[in-house]
């Protein structure tokens, strides 16, 4: 750690490996050190060590915890987010639509705030994935969805619901409808004076 610093890979994967041998692979503690492992080298671009990790702790939550679980489902999004990274937009699609599917049931059965979150998160994923695919009206349908419930959980205010209205407006943006995009952005920039959370956008140039 001296050498290295506490968040070099290798410092990260020796922790992670003391932890194993102490507490077991299954271990709460284990599989999160695992997901950080995973974090540290998608951060550096290392994308083929990440996902091996990420499968690895979305295989064991699953084992553990059963494939609707919220932590499960993290996993399945955070696999999702990582195929965006390296492009592979069709992978991403599926795993962000397994855990939106997951999400919807558990949430028929079970209403609860963070797999409500969670299904915001998973569906601003999947919008932004189809707006760089230039599908940009099923992007559109599932934005405003986002926006639908991050207004029931956290209200128009929020620095949530905010980057739910940028990613809109720069959707339309791209679609040409600039008067929808300036009425959005404004509104964005309203709670971003209200509040000190940077806004940014999932979007980017498709």
């Known amino acids: 750690k001296e050498m290295l610093g506490i968040n070099h890979s290798l410092t990260i994967s020796c922790l992670n490996n003391i932890v194993k041998e102490m507490l077991g692979i299954n271990h709460s503690l284990t599989i999160s050190c695992l997901n950080n492992i995973g974090t540290v080298y998608q951060d550096k671009e290392c994308y083929e060590e990440a996902e091996k990790i990420y499968l690895q702790v979305s295989n064991i939550r699953k084992e553990l915890f059963g494939n609707d679980h919220s932590d499960t489902i993290v996993s399945i999004i955070n696999l999702g987010t990582l195929y965006?990274?390296?492009?592979?937009?069709?992978?991403?699609?599926?795993?962000?639509?397994?855990?939106?599917?997951?999400?919807?049931?558990k949430i028929s059965k079970n209403d609860n705030l963070r797999d409500k979150n969670l299904l915001r998160i998973a569906t601003l994923d999947l919008a932004a994935t189809y707006y760089k695919l230039y599908r940009f009206k099923e992007s559109e349908t599932?934005?405003?969805?986002?926006?639908?419930?991050?207004?029931?959980?956290?209200?128009?205010?929020?620095?949530?619901?905010?980057?739910v209205l940028k990613d809109l407006a720069d959707l339309y943006l791209a679609m040409g409808k600039f008067s929808k995009a300036e009425d959005l952005c404004l509104k964005a920039l309203k709670i971003r004076e209200k509040s000190p959370i940077r806004i940014g956008s999932r979007m980017g140039r498709p």
């Open 142 to 163: 599932l934005c405003i969805y986002s926006l639908e419930i991050s207004e029931e959980l956290y209200g128009n205010e929020h620095p949530s619901t905010a980057l």
């Open 84 to 105: 965006v990274e390296k492009g592979d937009f069709s992978k991403s699609e599926f795993f962000f639509k397994e855990a939106i599917i997951l999400l919807k049931n």
